[in-house]
């Protein structure tokens, strides 16, 4: 049976559903169950999340996509007006 692949933007999602469970004092096996995981895949996609939150170019293209949006809507706003 193939392994199902988490998608980033899932990864960060996930391991707050954890955390917060953890915090409701479940025990990790329970936590890991609810968000269809095993206990030795939680740690590898906390580490992927911490080496992509270290990577500056990656947060910079996404303030770049985010400025190109919102010239955009400015752009729309005012040739409405």
């Known amino acids: 049976m193939p392994r199902k692949r988490h998608n980033p933007e899932q990864i960060p999602g996930k391991l707050r559903e954890v955390g917060v469970s953890l915090a409701k004092e479940q025990t990790v096996a329970v936590a890991v169950r609810q968000i269809a995981v095993t206990g030795t895949d939680l740690l ?24 190109a949006r919102l010239k955009r809507a400015v752009s729309n706003l005012t040739l409405e007006s």
């Open 44 to 67: 590898p996609l906390a580490q992927r999340v911490r080496r992509s939150e270290h990577r500056p170019g990656r947060r910079l293209k996404q303030l770049e996509q985010e400025n």
